[in-house]
């Protein structure tokens, strides 16, 4: 911007008189210009001038979009797809089916599985809430019939962390690093797919990404997976009355961010492995 333009907009306005379509001093020209007409006598600014330069607010986590990902895994202002708990249901068809409701064409139920996985679904943040979420919300759904001839549905509970993440701002040559383990279990059959159950499960992940937090100054709880099975009839005579079909595996997924010079890919897996299932 040349001197000149600078010296013809303000004696314009000493003179009194219009500046609007002179875009000469950029963007800023009308809240700029607005806020010196608006002095009185004494040269000091309105209240409604001064308020019109109020800077805009800044971004306190702009320093994250220089690593992609890393404003997804460490935010905790918004639900990201970075952090969610997935979850499945197998169903009969008239599991599906709301209590009195008339089966529909066999053509129709794939939209109906589609159309109430959402609803089905969001009842299990109760439990996300309980021992690793803030907030939760269901942002992603699935289904389809599986050879069974069963309705199985799948979902994404995207979450904010309930536990703190440690300082990702201090961590120099900084580099996500991504590694996942099964949950053990004790006894021959997989743990039952109930609530406690599932609640006791995320809180030994979230106990986990606490202790990898104290040794790498940070840890995200990014993704937990709760894999149903079924047994199958011959294995339920062997078992007592009563015994839950359904069985669950448990795949937990932490993040990190670390300096990349001190720690690689292959040392946080084995960080993980040697703390989730010691040998």
């Not at 000149?4 to 303000?10: C, D």
């Not at 001064?50 to 997804?72: C, F, K, N, Q, T």
């Not at 050879?147 to 201090?170: H, M, N, T, V, Y």
Request: aromatic fraction near 6%; proline fraction near 6%; include cysteine.
């Amino acid at each position: 911007m040349s001197g000149g333009k600078i010296s013809f907009v303000i004696f314009l306005l000493i003179l009194g008189l219009p500046v609007a379509g002179l875009n000469v001093l950029g963007p800023d020209i009308t809240k700029w210009t607005s806020a010196f007409a608006e002095r009185d006598g004494t040269g000091v600014p309105s209240a409604e001038a001064e308020a019109a330069i109020v800077d805009e607010p800044v971004d306190s986590l702009a320093w994250m979009d220089a690593v992609p990902g890393l404003r997804d895994s460490f935010s905790t202002d918004e639900i990201t797809p970075e952090r969610y708990v997935a979850i499945q249901e197998i169903l009969r068809t008239e599991e599906l089916l709301n209590p009195g409701e008339a089966q529909p064409d066999s053509a129709l139920l794939a939209l109906y599985a589609a159309a109430r996985a959402p609803t089905r679904l969001a009842p299990y943040c109760a439990e996300v809430l309980e021992a690793v979420g803030l907030v939760c919300d269901v942002i992603r759904t699935e289904t389809f019939q599986n050879r069974q001839g069963k309705w199985e549905i799948l979902g994404q509970l995207g979450f904010i962390p309930a536990a703190a993440l440690g300082d990702a701002s201090a961590v120099e040559n900084g580099r996500l690093l991504n590694a996942r383990a099964v949950l053990p279990h004790s006894g021959d059959l997989l743990p039952a797919n109930e609530p406690q159950t599932r609640i006791e499960l995320l809180s030994q992940a979230q106990a986990f990404c606490n202790q990898l937090r104290d040794q790498f100054g940070n840890c995200v709880l990014s993704r937990v997976d709760f894999d149903v099975q079924e047994l199958w009839i011959t294995d339920l005579e062997a078992l007592p009355a009563g015994t839950n079909p359904q069985r669950l595996e448990t795949t937990v997924h932490f993040t990190v961010f670390a300096d990349q010079t001190l720690l690689d890919a292959a040392g946080f897996s084995e960080a993980v492995s040697a703390l989730v299932n010691p040998s």
